[in-house]
């Protein structure tokens, strides 16, 4: 048979596995008609088995029709399956007794590999952690895609910030499917509406009444309690360190999306090993992948084409058909395509430099400039009452590719333009902002936007980070990481360098007072005034990824 020809797909069928304990944990199986051995293509994932990440890839029958014997399988305490779920603690020793199970099928050749997107990318990771502890069968390959690698840092938190209104809606909506297959009724209707409200406006937003009185249903006590024995129990960075992660890999990200550094992280992780890695980064958020992201619509190439990728990297690692291409692709913005590299580019930063009259956080604004200037500061004044929003981004209300000049015309939004662009500049990379501060707050939050502004005045989010300053009075300039970017420029744009002191409600107000916002109460947070320096002596700057 042809390696193109698509086979006709067996009714789906109900298989489960006894673990050692007891627990039986089930999966639908989708297999290729007729007789043969396949190789398996398997997804563990909490949210039902029948949903099988359909919000972003194919159906299993999809795969199953290119000859895959595709799992997709509760995980314990799930969907159908048996025992306590607890977030991703049982998913390294539960992971690796289904490899093993798979692998043993009727129909199967005895190849195992994992795919799955966001929960379903970690436990990949997981599984092959648990399978390397226990000495049992490994994934042949993994097809991760916008997971987590640390947790702490590329999850729950964001430049050392609780994440707030992610966080919040993620474990309401975890805690709301425990509740419903208990058949409770009550708290399943607590935590949905919450998840579709505003949980966070009682006395301390990180601690909303809600998630208090439905503790024993989700996870959010034990983010917020931020004990680095948690982390160290399901963090695959540190299960996996040490390890060879001798597994072929195909990693899967979005520029807009909020966990696209633990895709960077893991991606790098695997890169250092033996085994071929691939990176491919798309222009979505964390769903849906399609042409329009956010305000943009970024044309056909930008519909997702990671089914058919996953399908080519597979057949080429396990069954030697054609090399897929490139080994990283990422999508090019400006040219609405994708651009092939050899490895995750890191050209040397290219500074453009903080300057102004001091009129930054006015409508008439800032530059940036290709020298430092004179000695200058611009006054950024937060006010806890009226906390600037963030739009567009990984984390902003709407996200994606939005418009966010309204924004920048706020009285505390510090806006620093760019030269107009006079040929076309290539961005490819991560990027971030190195800014000198003084305040007498004991402590205080930065956010930083890079935005592409277009000769209509429209400025487009392109990446963002945030940074908590815990220790106001520590030396040196305050880096903000912000996340990767590929975009080409075209004359007549200039890019936008925007800060604030607040991120509302994507992370909680810093009340100023040197208390870990995530504890304070509204009535603590105190107004901030930092003044952002720069010139020869204090040179802030962006640091862009020049891409020759």
């Not at 769903?287 to 089914?307: C, F, H």
Request: net charge neutral.
């Amino acid at each position: 048979m042809p390696a193109d020809a698509l086979r006709r797909v067996a009714e789906p069928e109900t298989a489960t596995l006894t673990l050692p304990d007891g627990i039986e944990l089930v999966a639908d199986l989708w297999r290729p008609a007729g007789p043969g051995r396949h190789p398996v293509l398997l997804m563990r994932q909490p949210y039902g088995r029948a949903i099988a990440s359909t919000l972003t890839l194919a159906h299993p029958a999809w795969y199953a029709a290119r000859g895959y014997l595709v799992v997709v399988q509760d995980v314990r305490g799930r969907g159908g399956s048996g025992g306590d779920f607890r977030l991703f603690e049982h998913e390294a020793a539960d992971g690796a007794a289904t490899l093993a199970w798979a692998a043993d099928l009727p129909g199967s050749d005895g190849r195992v590999a994992t795919y799955g997107f966001s929960y379903q990318a970690v436990t990949q990771f997981l599984a092959l952690a648990g399978a390397r502890r226990a000495g049992t069968k490994r994934p042949d390959a993994i097809v991760p895609a916008m997971g987590g690698w640390d947790i702490r840092d590329d999850w729950a938190f964001t430049g050392g910030a609780f994440g707030l209104a992610g966080n919040i809606g993620w474990a309401c909506q975890m805690g709301a499917e425990r509740a419903r297959l208990r058949g409770d009724a009550a708290a399943f209707a607590a935590l949905g509406g919450a998840a579709r409200g505003a949980p966070w406006s009682g006395p301390v937003a990180a601690q909303p009444e809600v998630l208090a009185r439905h503790a024993a249903d989700h996870h959010y006590i034990d983010w917020l309690g931020d004990d680095p024995a948690y982390w160290d129990a399901i963090a695959p960075a540190r299960l996996l360190a040490g390890s060879d992660l001798a597994v072929p890999g195909l990693h899967v990200g979005g520029w807009q999306d909020f966990l696209l550094d633990g895709t960077l992280r893991a991606y790098q992780a695997f890169r250092a090993g033996p085994a071929p890695q691939r990176l491919l980064i798309g222009p979505w958020t964390h769903a849906p992948w399609g042409r329009r992201v956010g305000s943009l619509d970024l044309g056909p190439e930008a519909a997702t084409p990671i089914d058919a990728a996953t399908v080519a990297f597979l057949d080429h690692v396990l069954l030697g058909r054609e090399d897929p291409g490139p080994p990283v692709r990422l999508f090019d913005v400006g040219r609405r395509g994708w651009a092939g590299f050899s490895a995750w580019p890191e050209p040397e930063p290219t500074a453009l430099y903080l300057a102004s009259d001091g009129l930054a956080a006015t409508a008439a604004g800032g530059r940036l400039a290709a020298a430092p200037g004179a000695a200058g500061e611009d006054r950024l004044v937060h006010d806890p009452w009226r906390p600037a929003p963030i739009v567009g981004g990984p984390w902003g209300t709407p996200p994606g590719y939005q418009d966010r000049a309204a924004l920048d015309d706020r009285s505390d939004v510090a806006v620093y333009d760019g030269p107009v662009i006079a040929a076309p500049l290539h961005l490819a990379g991560r990027v971030a902002a190195e800014v000198y501060v003084e305040t007498a707050a004991a402590s205080y939050d930065l956010h930083a936007t890079l935005s592409l502004v277009e000769p209509d005045g429209r400025a487009l989010t392109l990446t963002a980070g945030h940074l908590r300053v815990a220790d106001a009075g520590a030396p040196g300039p305050r880096r903000i990481a912000m996340r990767g970017v590929c975009c080409t420029l075209r004359p007549g744009q200039r890019l936008r360098l925007s800060l604030q002191a607040a991120a509302w409600p994507a992370f909680a107000v810093n009340p100023g007072t040197g208390s870990r916002p995530e504890a304070a109460a509204a009535i603590q947070a105190k107004v901030i005034v930092l003044a952002l320096r720069h010139g020869a002596e204090r040179p802030s700057r962006l640091l862009l990824p020049v891409f020759a």
